[in-house]
T-cell receptor, first 110, second 114 residues
């Protein structure tokens, strides 16, 4: 299966940009996803990028994909306290399953 | 368009009992997959169904089973519950499968085994 690695914790100040990084091993993934999970809740699909793209922007969110290094990042501009949550990157494998990282806990301080 | 609905939201069961969890996917979606989320193991894949057929199963014991109905609703069953089965169980809905279409998750069922 695929290994997906993420840093576990990130703390930023309100108004700053946040960058959450992820590395993956399976180069056959067609989509790569970012999910957000708030306490006690399910996973919210934030954004995704096709594997043939380098960048995708969606309002405050920018996803960068470096296929050569198998590196994916999520940038959140003007981070707000409501962005505090756990962020997961995920990639599908050929077995119809998503491989998830352990999640990055983002803490936004006033 | 309604999202993914999982019922019940919370369950408390005793060791040795069995439990059935339900997932109604987004209308028109034919793929439903299930995941177990625990603090120690993170998110782990249980199984995936597409048009009533199981296409893949994760590395879980046979006590974990599932099925999908003709209306794409899916159920998963855990028999002979163990304390370690306490987890958040999430289902994901996608039109063709996560390999090539977006996957949307429900709010999950929080299972506590005592």
């Amino acid at each position: 299966g695929e290994d997906v690695e993420q840093s576990l914790f990130l703390s930023v100040r309100e108004g700053d940009s946040s960058v959450i990084n992820c590395t993956y091993t399976d180069s056959s993934s067609t989509y790569l996803y970012w999910y957000k999970q708030e306490p006690g809740a399910g996973l919210q699909l934030l954004t995704y990028i096709f594997s043939n793209m380098d960048m995708k922007q969606d309002q405050r969110l920018t996803v960068l994909l470096n296929k050569k290094d198998k590196h994916l990042s999520l940038r959140i501009a003007d981070t707000q306290t409501g962005d505090s949550a756990i962020y997961f990157c995920a990639g599908p494998n050929s077995g119809y399953a998503l491989n998830f990282g352990k999640g990055t806990s983002l803490l936004v301080t006033p | 368009k309604a999202g993914v609905t999982q019922t019940p939201r919370y369950l408390i069961k005793t060791r040795g009992q069995q439990v059935t969890l339900s997932c109604s996917p987004i209308s028109g979606h034919r793929s439903v997959s299930w995941y177990q989320q625990t603090p120690g193991q993170g998110l782990q894949f249980l199984f995936e169904y597409f048009s009533e057929t199981q296409r893949n199963k994760g590395n879980f014991p046979g006590r974990f089973s599932g099925r999908q109905f003709s209306n794409s609703r899916s159920e998963m069953n855990v028999s002979t519950l163990e304390l370690g089965d306490s987890a958040l169980y999430l289902c994901a809905s996608s039109s063709q499968g996560v390999t090539n279409t977006e996957a949307f998750f429900g709010q999950g069922t929080r299972l506590t085994v005592v």
